[in-house]
């Protein structure tokens, strides 16, 4: 190929690959202030519910426009209930919750330990070596995350709100690493794609609806106008959009590369939650997102794309 044509390709390349980046950053970033719009009227339970089952449904019907089979082998759908369950199900039940008791931005900067978690899970059930600098990096994101948190938890009269919000996102981060985990076993047995993304996350779907009936909860959804364009923008943009941009620059630029969307998102949030919500900064939160966000570089920085 000509260095010309060559050249032009590869620009091209780069710069759609910097279009997905920027546009997962986005609409991940304000998503989570579109969760709040779900709060209120319909159990959490039920509005994961509704949100992910209506995700599976529009990959779904996807499919069936491309001709792309939804058969999946009966052993695999174990593995893929497993990974809808921990990533889309249980997991943002507990984001759901968090969002009752805390700001949006805090609960995305807590999301932000992902990574680092990740980074040790992969350690200890695939045997991934962890450098000095990974663990490093991750003493650092877990302090940065901390130190974002320490303001909140200095306001005595709303101490105990901060206590479960970050008990709930601890709960939700860790089931999403989880979920994460089952990803890695499944992408590698060649579980990836748009069927499987409709299973995973119509499992999810499920589960949260079972937790739903099982707590009691009334199923109903809310009609007014808030409440149904949230629920259209994190299906929609929030789950089917950017978890297949997402899956797009991991198949092009490797998991690591596009981790640092996790690293971006939850600061975009904190930004969104400021201008939306009243969210008041503290020198040490600036510090936390600071440290935080050095501890992520250094970690993904150390894994091999």
Not at 246 to 262: E, N
Request: charged share 10%; aromatic share 12%.
């Amino acid at each position: 190929m000509p260095y010309a044509k060559f050249a032009a390709a590869y620009h091209g390349a780069l710069l759609n690959n910097l279009s997905i980046f920027a546009a997962c950053v986005l609409i991940w970033g304000t998503t989570w202030l579109a969760i709040t719009f779900q709060l209120g009227s319909v159990a959490p339970e039920v509005s994961v519910s509704h949100r992910f089952l209506l995700a599976a449904l529009v990959i779904a019907a996807w499919c069936r426009l491309r001709g792309l089979s939804l058969r999946i082998r009966a052993a695999d759908h174990r593995w893929l209930a497993a990974m809808g369950v921990a990533m889309y199900g249980i997991s943002y039940i507990c984001v759901y919750h968090a969002e009752l008791h805390v700001a949006s931005g805090l609960v995305a900067i807590g999301y932000s330990a992902s990574p680092l978690l990740s980074t040790l899970g992969m350690r200890l059930f695939f045997g991934t070596p962890v450098t000095p600098r990974m663990a490093l990096g991750s003493a650092f994101g877990i302090l940065g995350i901390s130190l974002v948190y320490w303001p909140e938890f200095k306001l005595t009269s709303a101490s105990s709100d901060v206590l479960l919000g970050a008990m709930f996102t601890a709960l939700a981060v860790l089931l999403s690493m989880s979920g994460g985990l089952i990803a890695h076993r499944n992408h590698a047995r060649g579980l990836h794609g748009w069927p499987t993304m409709a299973w995973s996350m119509g499992y999810g779907g499920l589960a949260s609806l079972v937790v739903a009936l099982a707590l009691g909860r009334p199923y109903t959804i809310d009609f007014a106008a808030p409440y149904l364009l949230s629920l259209a923008y994190l299906s929609i943009l929030g789950s089917v959009i950017t978890f297949a941009g997402w899956l797009t620059l991991v198949g092009r630029i490797g998991v690591a590369r596009a981790s640092y969307v996790g690293v971006m998102a939850p600061v975009v949030a904190l930004f969104v939650s400021t201008a939306f919500e009243g969210f008041a900064w503290h020198w040490l939160t600036a510090a936390g997102v600071a440290v935080s966000i050095a501890g992520n570089v250094l970690v993904l920085g150390g894994r091999k794309a």
